[in-house]
């Protein structure tokens, strides 16, 4: 990759010492950039002292992982710590693949209203000059509206609830303090997509329907 990112005009170095030794950029891309290939596991605290360092370098740390963590139907809590977002890709997610040479783009990415299932579209790049600047250039020609599908997502909440999962508690907890059942809840909730991060819209409904009683 670095040779990659040279070949396109840029200064670009690997395994470069900052901050006294604290932190090691796996490639630099002119003092602003840096790109970290991670194969092994990573705990969110590792995770989240790493990203304070860059940040305080004012440097963008861009992090492409190995196999270990390919985003596949479903994202776990180790996984989000890689995600990434930018006006063009939204939501994004890289992946390297050493052993054929490409980089894979998981942009446009959207949770189900409840569950952990994703949405998202794919790219992929080889790592060489053209690949890496057709990367660096990329921009999706439509962005497709999707939905989730409202029997499934019904299921899995009332899964949830019946194993009493934390998630199932606390949709239980806030149906029963407004006397619904999950018959009450909006179809339209079921369908809609949320951001990676975000809260699950069901949630947030109960919990604006209960601050709203109350308030009364």
């Given at each position: ?8 005009g ?29 194969c ?39 996984q ?76 899995y ?44 819209p069901?949630i ?13």
């Amino acid at each position: 990759m670095c040779t990659a990112l040279k070949a396109n005009g840029l200064r670009a170095d690997i395994e470069v010492p900052l901050l006294d030794q604290q932190l090691r950029a796996d490639v630099l891309v002119e003092n602003r950039l840096s790109f970290e290939v991670q194969c092994a596991p990573l705990s969110g605290a590792e995770f989240a002292h790493r990203h304070a360092l860059y940040k305080k370098l004012q440097i963008k740390d861009i992090w492409i992982v190995g196999k270990r963590h390919y985003l596949k139907n479903k994202i776990n809590r180790s996984q989000k710590i890689f995600l990434r977002y930018s006006t063009q890709w939204q939501w994004y997610y890289l992946e390297i693949n050493p052993f054929n040479c490409v980089i894979t783009l998981k942009y446009n990415i959207l949770m189900a209203a409840l569950s952990s299932e994703l949405s998202y579209e794919i790219k992929t790049f080889s790592l060489d000059e053209r690949g890496v600047a057709s990367l660096f250039t990329f921009i999706p020609s439509t962005r497709k509206n999707k939905i989730s599908y409202i029997q499934d997502q019904k299921i899995y909440l009332q899964k949830q609830i019946n194993q009493k999962s934390k998630l199932g508690l606390k949709i239980a907890s806030l149906l029963y303090q407004l006397h619904y059942s999950v018959a009450d809840i909006p179809d339209e909730l079921f369908l809609k997509l949320r951001e990676p991060k975000e809260k699950s819209p069901i949630i947030i409904f109960l919990q604006k329907k209960l601050a709203d009683l109350k308030a009364s």
